[in-house]
Nanobody, 112 residues
Framework: QVQLVESGGGSVQPGGSLTLSCVSS????????IDWYRQAPGKQRELVAS???????NYVDSVKGRFTISRDNTKKTVYLQMNSLQPEDTAVYYC??????WGQGTQVTVSS
């Protein structure tokens, strides 16, 4: 069974940066589109970024220019580099393998 393990969450000040990692134990990682979602308290889970096997990336408008999704297929890892973080970015961030596998989530808190 595929497992996705996330790390890199934490607390930062507005304007700060954070990089999230999602490591997969799957055997077909290179063939999968991987997404990053986030869920703030009282809000629905939101697709933030995605990256295809060919490394094409897309982003929700609110993070364009600030977040960068990337992948290292050798390490079976997807990253989310988050710059210029704002309080509205505060959420639990989840990675998702489109075969139907979720990571456990990692908390990102942006506050003064």
């Amino acid at each position: 069974q595929v497992q996705l393990v996330e790390s890199g969450g934490g607390s930062v000040q507005p304007g700060g940066s954070l990089t999230l990692s999602c490591v997969s134990s799957g055997t077909s990682f290179s063939w999968n589109t991987i997404d990053w979602y986030r869920q703030a308290p009282g809000k629905q889970r939101e697709l933030v970024a995605s990256i295809t096997p060919s490394r094409r990336a897309n982003y929700v408008d609110s993070v364009k220019g600030r977040f960068t999704i990337s992948r290292d297929n050798t390490k079976k890892t997807v990253y989310l580099q988050m710059n210029s973080l704002q309080p509205e970015d505060t959420a639990v961030y989840y990675c998702y393998d489109r075969r139907g596998f979720w990571g456990q989530g990692t908390q990102v808190t942006v506050s003064s």
